[in-house]
């Protein structure tokens, strides 16, 4: 079971800008998903982006395209979500996920839009905080 360490959440001004980091430990697998759900007050929890550590593939849900890149520094098997132009609407608890069949039976997206959350392995959370 892969170990998440996340790190580089708080509170921005809308229109500012956060990274988040997720460093993994513990997983050996070559093909994997990770990416980052969040989850706001009242909200269902909602894929953000994630990337596909074999092929480089990514997926965006369409409220943060243009706005947040995900990436990965494969030395440091450390994944990144660089976040600009922040809105309030984005304020929530950031979890970094990983998942085991991306780049095997499944897709960035699938990774991305599944409601089965046993599915993936989760992280601390991170709380951003988008407010003036």
């Known amino acids: 079971q892969p170990q998440l360490v996340e790190s580089g959440g708080g509170l921005v001004q809308p229109g500012g800008s956060l990274r988040l980091s997720c460093a993994v430990s513990?997983?050996?697998?070559?093909?994997?998903?990770i990416g980052w759900f969040r989850q706001a007050p009242g909200k269902e929890r909602e894929g953000v982006s994630c990337l596909s550590v074999s092929d480089g593939s990514t997926h965006y849900v369409d409220s943060v395209k243009g706005r947040f890149t995900i990436s990965r520094d494969r030395t440091k098997k450390t994944a990144y979500l660089q976040m600009n132009n922040l809105k309030p609407e984005d304020t929530a608890v950031y979890y970094c996920?990983?998942?085991?069949?991306?780049?095997?039976?499944?897709?960035?997206?699938?990774?991305?839009?599944?409601?089965?959350?046993?599915?993936?392995?989760w992280g601390q959370g991170s709380q951003v905080t988008v407010s003036s």
């Open positions: 513990g997983w050996t697998l070559e093909r994997y998903g």
């Open positions: 996920v990983v998942e085991s069949y991306v780049g095997w039976t499944n897709t960035v997206q699938d990774m991305c839009t599944t409601k089965n959350y046993p599915s993936l392995y």
